[in-house]
């Protein structure tokens, strides 16, 4: 789907196996940016690099075109495909230094952040060649450049990007959608992360990694709802751990997630991990005030 003159956005679907005979049906969008050159960020989970190519064949380019394929962060559906575009394109690659070892070695990652199919959406470990910084400037040719955020909260190494002269922001997973499963590692961070996107001034377009894109007014109330939902979510964490111990993270993440109107199925470990970095700051009852 082309968004402005200069970027397109592919829908990647996937399955995220919560059970031994369960899955939640997922996706996650791969962003292109065209020029000169063609510079792709993330590249969805294993497998996706077909789709990614055809969808460039389709456009009139050749994916041979695709220079650099920029990480927002680590995940399993960001990185799964890294692997087969390396290959093929011999493109090179960035991603923020606290990314870049669980880009560089995928079994790390199983072990530090295990998810059950996590082998089939990631095909393998990619080489870091350029470590991306809070407040880098990209210069992609014709025009065209790419600041770098940091937006640390989802994962320590969560980048956003914003393109001039189109002003569109590239988010990953720093903003969450309101309703949305709860998956973070920490709380006051993505706040601030959130907060430090809501001052770039002039944003035109909204490109998250969880919903389709956005164009016009509605992006800074989006961040607005994503701070409300992080204090939403806390305000229930916080009501609900009152009645159970904090060893018993199981039942109070089922009720956490009834509350928010979640299907059972959606309390697997990295969802636990979510929760559990709102106990970590339960001192504090209002955290857009913190």
Not at 51 to 74: C, M
Not at 269 to 286: F, M, N, Q, W, Y
């Amino acid at each position: 789907m082309k968004v402005t003159e200069h970027i397109h956005a592919l829908k990647i679907p996937f399955s995220l196996q919560v059970g031994p005979e369960k899955t939640l049906s997922r996706f996650v969008y791969a962003y292109l940016i065209y020029g000169e050159k063609i510079y792709l960020i993330d590249s969805g989970v294993s497998g996706s690099h077909r789709a990614i190519f055809d969808y460039v064949e389709e456009t009139g380019r050749s994916p041979g075109d695709i220079d650099t394929l920029l990480f927002t962060h680590s995940h399993p559906d960001h990185i799964g495909g890294a692997l087969a575009i390396k290959k093929e394109t011999g493109c090179n690659t960035a991603a923020h230094k606290d990314a870049a070892a669980w880009i560089e070695d995928i079994d790390r990652q199983y072990r530090e952040r295990p998810i059950l199919n996590f082998y089939s959406l990631v095909e393998g470990s990619v080489a870091i060649e350029r470590e991306l910084r809070d407040g880098d400037s990209l210069d992609l040719g014709q025009g065209l450049t790419l600041k770098v955020f940091h937006t640390p909260g989802h994962s320590k190494g969560s980048v956003s990007f914003v393109l001039e002269p189109d002003m569109a922001l590239f988010s990953g997973d720093a903003i969450p959608m309101a309703g949305g499963v709860p998956i973070y590692d920490e709380v006051l961070p993505s706040i601030a992360s959130i907060r430090k996107l809501q001052k770039v001034q002039g944003l035109k377009v909204l490109m998250a990694s969880w919903d389709e894109p956005h164009l016009g007014d509605s992006i800074y109330p989006l961040m607005e709802e994503g701070l409300n939902y992080f204090q939403n979510i806390h305000s229930i964490v916080l009501k609900e751990s009152a009645d159970f111990p904090a060893s018993d993270v199981t039942t109070l993440g089922a009720r956490v997630l009834s509350s928010l109107g979640l299907p059972e199925t959606a309390l697997i470990p990295i969802v636990i991990r979510s929760l559990e970095a709102h106990l970590k700051v339960a001192g504090h009852t209002d955290l857009l005030q913190v």
